[in-house]
């Protein structure tokens, strides 16, 4: 506990400002941890202070203020990913809750309420998508088996994205193109290229545009970090970290 007197000197008030700082970090890592049970399962505490960080940075970049709303900010995070105010899929949620304007602008708004009834919007009518997941298994397998060493071009995209979660697709409405614009970087980034950027982008619309960078999956990250190994190996080590990842989501038995 700092005295008046330490409290009043700079360095007595940047380690106050530190202290608050890691505090709400610490709550915000309860609230994810009590929240978010399953899809933080896979994280250490270390990642997921990155993740809590990352997502209150955004927050007061945005303008939030108080602290119960830079930890409600994490909801969208949680559902859309860290970069969700970029993400071209939700360009028509966030303009419905003028977070954003016609033209794609950040407005003032840190209104969260909004975003959250859009998630629910957004879920209940993507649920149909998980009724039954072996259809995007089913997609992943015809895509290596009938499309290895193609070209990823857009027909190609988009055709492998409808099939492994239609309903998200068409909710997409008008943006697909903007959302493969905005995927090039990170594909080229990560040097994905013919089926693994199909994958990818079909993966994305589930964990957002930009997942490979997120916080939320370091596993991404790892499994493709570019080194050594050969595209194969790649390959194998990030479609193993996505089952596992999707395996971690599911009620374990005796649940």
């Not at 202290?19 to 709400?24: I, T």
């Not at 890592?29 to 933080?40: G, I, K, N, Y």
Request: proline share 5%; net charge neutral.
């Amino acid at each position: 506990m700092l005295s008046l007197s330490e409290f009043l000197t700079p360095d007595g008030l940047a380690r106050y400002d530190g202290e608050r700082r890691l505090e709400e970090e610490r709550q915000a890592m309860a609230f994810l941890r009590r929240s978010f049970a399953p899809a933080t399962a896979l994280l250490s505490d270390d990642e997921l202070r990155d993740v809590a960080r990352f997502g209150i940075a955004h927050a007061q970049q945005r303008g939030v203020t108080s602290l119960r709303d830079r930890q409600r900010y994490l909801i969208p995070v949680m559902f859309w990913g860290s970069y969700f105010e970029l993400d071209p899929q939700y360009r028509d949620a966030l303009a419905r809750c003028w977070w954003i304007d016609r033209n794609g602008r950040r407005t003032g708004s840190t209104h969260l309420s909004a975003v959250i009834a859009e998630i629910d919007r957004i879920e209940r009518a993507t649920a149909p998508d998980h009724a039954d997941m072996r259809r995007p298994v089913q997609a992943m397998a015809r895509l290596y088996r009938d499309h290895e060493g193609e070209l990823a071009t857009s027909s190609l995209m988009l055709s492998h994205m409808e099939s492994c979660w239609p309903a998200r697709f068409a909710l997409m409405g008008g943006v697909h193109g903007d959302y493969l614009d905005a995927l090039a970087p990170v594909l080229r980034r990560y040097g994905l290229k013919s089926a693994d950027a199909v994958a990818y982008a079909c993966i994305a619309m589930q964990l957002g545009f930009r997942f490979a960078d997120d916080p939320r999956f370091p596993w991404a990250r790892a499994a493709l970090a570019p080194d050594d190994r050969t595209p194969e190996e790649r390959r194998l080590a990030f479609g193993q970290a996505v089952l596992r990842y999707w395996q971690s989501l599911l009620p374990q038995e005796g649940e």
